[in-house]
C-alpha cells in the first residue's frame, strides 16, 4: 500500500481567484459568480462584487451632475476646507517667518502691477487672498467663517472645480478692483500692501446673489448682507472698499456663465471659455489702467 505526498497547488475543486491563481477563493463575486480573493473583493449592496465587475460598473455608469453642469459630490465640500487650511497656513507662516518676508514677497499693491516703475509682478493679485493682517486674528477669523458657510452652500451647487474657479477669478477681480478705483503709487510713496480674502468672499456673495436669483429664492437677506458689508468697507480706512466691489463684480460675472449657460453635452466647454473670457477681461482692464 502506498501513500502519496500532497501536493502543494490548489486542486482542480478548489475554486482560485481569477486574478491570482494561486489563492483559492471560497467567496463568489455578487454579479459574475466568479471567485475573489481578500484584495479583489469589493463591498457591495448585498455581499461581495469582483474589481472587475465594480471597474466595469463604473464605466457604464452615467456620471450625475449638478443643474450647473459640476460632478455632484457627497460629503464634505472639500475645496472650501482646502482654501481655508491653505489661508490658515500662510497664516501661521506670517507669524513664524521672522519679519515681514511673507508679507513682502505675496502682498498687493498697485505698484506691482505697473510695468513702467520696474515691479512687475502680477501674481501678487492672486496671492494676496491667501494673507491676511497678522495684527488681526478677527480679519482671517471673520473671511474663514464667511468661505465656510458659503462654500457649503455653493461648491455642491457648482461642483468642485467650477467653484474652485470662481473663488480665484474673483480672488484677482478684487485685486482688480483695488487697481482701476485707487491711484497708482510710485516707489518712495510707501508700499502699503493689500491683503484678505475679502475681495474672494464678496465674489461669493455676487455668485450665490445671481444663483439664488436664477433658482427663483429669496435674495433680501443676500442684499442686506452685502449692504451692511460694503457700508463697513467705507466707514472703516484699513479696509479696501474697492476690492470688495471688484469682488462682487467679478463674481455676479462668473455666476452668470455657469448658471446661464444652456445645459447639454458643450456645457463645460462653453463655461470654461466664458470664464476665461472674465479673466481675460480682468487682464484688459488691468492693462488699459496702468497703461494710461
Known amino acids: 500500500m502506498s501513500y502519496g505526498i500532497p501536493s502543494a497547488e490548489p486542486s482542480a475543486q478548489v475554486p ?45 455608469t452615467p456620471e450625475v451632475r449638478t443643474v450647473y453642469g459640476g460632478a455632484a459630490t457627497a460629503g ?12 490658515v497656513l500662510v ?5 513664524i517667518i521672522p519679519g515681514q ?21 502680477p501674481w501678487r493679485m492672486l496671492t494676496a ?10 480679519h482671517i477669523v471673520l473671511n474663514m467663517y464667511t468661505l465656510w458657510i458659503f462654500g457649503q452652500a455653493l461648491e455642491p451647487l457648482l461642483g468642485r472645480i467650477r467653484f474652485l474657479a470662481l473663488y480665484l477669478i474673483s480672488a484677482i477681480g478684487g485685486s482688480v478692483g483695488y487697481l482701476l478705483l485707487n491711484p497708482l503709487l510710485v516707489p518712495g510713496q510707501g508700499l502699503v500692501g493689500v491683503v484678505g480674502a475679502s475681495g474672494a468672499i464678496f465674489g461669493l456673495f455676487g455668485a450665490m446673489l445671481l444663483v439664488q436669483r436664477q433658482r427663483g429664492g429669496d435674495t433680501r437677506q443676500l442684499w442686506v448682507l452685502i449692504a451692511i458689508n460694503g457700508v463697513i468697507g467705507f466707514l472703516i480706512p484699513q479696509i479696501a472698499w474697492q476690492a470688495h466691489l471688484g469682488g462682487l463684480v467679478t463674481g455676479a460675472l462668473c455666476a452668470a456663465v455657469l448658471a446661464y449657460t444652456p445645459r447639454g453635452r458643450r456645457q463645460g466647454l462653453v463655461q470654461a471659455a466664458g470664464l476665461v473670457a472674465v479673466l481675460a477681461l480682468l487682464v484688459a482692464a488691468s492693462w488699459i489702467r496702468i497703461s494710461l
Do not use: M
Open 76 to 87: 464634505k465640500p472639500l475645496v472650501t476646507y482646502g482654501i481655508i487650511a491653505a489661508c
Open 129 to 138: 487672498a491667501f494673507l491676511h493682517s497678522p495684527d488681526s486674528v478677527l
Open 16 to 60: 482560485v481567484c481569477p486574478r491570482h491563481p494561486d489563492r483559492p477563493s471560497y467567496v463568489r463575486c455578487q454579479r459574475c459568480g466568479r471567485p475573489a480573493c481578500p484584495d479583489c473583493q469589493r463591498a457591495a449592496a448585498v455581499g461581495f462584487q469582483c474589481i472587475d465587475c465594480v471597474n466595469e460598473t463604473r464605466r457604464t
Open 91 to 95: 497664516y501661521v507662516l506670517q507669524w
Open 101 to 121: 518676508a511673507v508679507y513682502e514677497q505675496f502682498a498687493y499693491n498697485n505698484v506691482f502691477a505697473t510695468p513702467k516703475y520696474g515691479a512687475f509682478e
